[in-house]
Each structure stands twice: as C-alpha cells, then as structure tokens.
C-alpha cells in the first residue's frame, strides 16, 4: 500500500527565513512523486514534480529513496509563498494520486 | 484555466437529503477523479473513472454515487447526506498520455446541518 507522510499540520516562518515542508512515504514500486499548492480559496495546482528537477519560485525537492523522503525546500521565504501544500505519490494505475495531510505554510512579514 | 469546472461552488444542505455535485471539463481527458479535502486528513480519493462507463471505488467511497455516461461529465452524488459529508469536494482531470499532470477544479464547499 502507498501511504504519503507530512507530519507538520501548520509551519510559520518569518519572511527571508529558510522553509523546509517534511513529506515522507511508502510505496512498493518506483515512486513518482510530486508537491501541490493551494492558495487561498484557489483550485490545486502542481508546484514541482521530481522527475523534472526543476525549481519553482524558488521551490526545490530533492527524492531520498534511502531515506523515503521529498520535503520541500526554499532558502528565503516569501509571504506570497503562504497557502496549503501537499505532497503526493502516483499510483502506477490511472494516474491516480496519493495525497498527504497537507501541510499550512504561513510567513510573516 | 477554466477547462474543468464543478457546481455548485457552495451548497448548504440538511442531513438525510440528495445532493449532486457537478463536474464538467471540456479537454476531453479520459480520466477524473473526486477527492474531499479535510483538514487533518488532506486529500483523500473518493471515486475514480478511466473512460465514459467505467468508474471505480477510491479511499473513501462510502455514501457517495458517481456516474460517467458522457466523457466530459463526472457527477458526485451523495445520497442521503450526513454530516461527516461537510467538507470540500475536488474533482480533477487529466488526459491518458500526460500521466504526470491532474488538473483539479475550484471546488465545492459542501455543508450539511
């Protein structure tokens, strides 16, 4: 069974501060895996997957097999950067989506 | 981005009453899916569908009907609403070739009293 870890419900940082969004999961297979944000009140959105290894706002998530981690990364915090964001694991049937619990990023200014 | 869109956006409905929430996307992507979102619980599938008749239960199935006669519409039905039911509802879509890539709608705030 695939199981997707955040085990931060709500992270506060201060606006510079570096951010560090914990997921950690369980999966048989070759994961695939990816974070989302939501926005106040805003639809999901994909924010990174890890097999582009690309950077998003400054947004980072490196895949740790050995450590079955893909937490979610930034050196200077943005207060735009505060909203919902959740790691997810894809399931190698339909596509479909494992989600964490999510995790509540707030920065102050 | 309005290529997927859900119905009502907001609904306040009583215990023990029918309520379809509606999801439409004009991509024709073979997939959708529906989640409820819940705080502490995060994202969580309820019903999935590869094609037009073919739907399958996900995580979370339990009082709740869906069905998938025309490719582009995804109907979520509760059938007698409970109270457990309040929460937000997500439906998302994505076509066959980009397995990477779910584009979800706006969602629909659901309240049952």
């Known amino acids: 069974a695939q199981r997707v870890t955040q085990p931060e419900k709500l992270l506060s940082v201060f606006k510079g501060a570096p951010v560090e969004l914990k997921c950690n999961y369980s999966y048989s297979g070759s994961p695939e895996l990816f974070w989302y944000v939501q926005y106040s009140r805003q639809r999901l959105q994909l924010l990174l997957r890890?097999?582009s290894r690309e950077s998003i706002k400054g947004f980072t998530a490196d895949l740790n097999k050995g450590e079955t981690s893909f937490h979610l990364k930034k050196p200077f915090a943005q207060e735009e950067d505060s909203a919902m964001y959740y790691c997810?694991?894809?399931?190698?049937?339909?596509?479909?989506?494992?989600f964490g619990q999510g995790t509540i990023l707030t920065v102050h200014p | 981005d309005a290529g997927i869109t859900q119905s009502p956006r907001y609904k306040i409905t009583e215990t023990g009453r029918q309520v379809t929430l509606m999801c439409h996307q004009t991509?024709?992507?073979?997939?959708m899916f529906w989640y409820r979102q819940d705080l502490g619980h995060g994202l969580r599938l309820i019903y999935y569908?590869?094609?037009?008749?073919?739907?399958d239960k996900g995580e979370v199935p339990d009082g709740y009907v869906v069905s998938r006669s025309k490719t582009e519409n995804f109907p979520l039905t509760l059938e007698s609403a409970t109270r457990s039911q309040t929460s937000v509802y997500f439906c998302a879509s994505r076509a066959e070739a980009q397995r990477n890539t779910i584009y979800f709608g706006e969602g629909s705030w659901l309240t049952v009293v």
């Open positions: 997810a694991l894809r399931s190698t049937s339909y596509g479909k989506l494992t």
């Open positions: 569908s590869a094609a037009a008749d073919i739907t």
């Open positions: 890890h097999i």
């Open positions: 991509w024709s992507h073979s997939y």
